[in-house]
């Protein structure tokens, strides 16, 4: 399976944006996803996940009550909703697909990458 994101952009502090992980090759309806981000002088960062059927979702302390994670299992798609933006969600954002596992927040158990979506806030 390969992940396309996009969707980033640049957007002023308390704006949205909505990011989309679109999934080729093979179906993700039984794959377990999730969201990162890297910003430049920081380590990989959690963003939020989700399982196969949607009824499971997990979020980064950082971006709780801000993002929403979603997906349309019909459109092989994970979404990424991002509100009141700010400029400390500045990163690199990637989507990837954890293949074997429960859904998870840590990074070394997703084996498949797409490549990131830059996002940039401004204040």
């Known amino acids: 399976v390969q992940l396309q994101a996009s969707g980033g952009g640049r957007v002023q502090a308390g704006g949205s944006l909505r990011l989309s992980c679109v999934a080729s090759?093979?179906?993700?309806?039984?794959?377990?996803m999730g969201w990162f981000r890297h910003a430049p002088g920081n380590e990989r960062e959690f963003v939020a996940a989700?399982?196969?059927?949607?009824?499971?979702?997990y979020y980064g302390d950082s971006v709780k009550g801000r993002f929403t994670i979603s997906r349309d299992n019909a459109k092989n798609t994970v979404y990424l909703q991002m509100n009141s933006l700010k400029p400390e969600d500045t990163a690199v954002y990637y989507c990837?697909?954890?293949?074997?596992?429960?859904?998870?927040?840590?990074?070394?158990?997703?084996?498949?990458w797409g490549q990131g979506t830059q996002v940039t806030v401004s204040s």
């Open positions: 990837a697909a954890d293949r074997f596992g429960g859904v998870s927040r840590t990074e070394n158990r997703y084996d498949i």
């Open positions: 090759g093979r179906t993700i309806s039984s794959i377990n």
């Open positions: 989700i399982s196969w059927s949607g009824d499971t979702t």
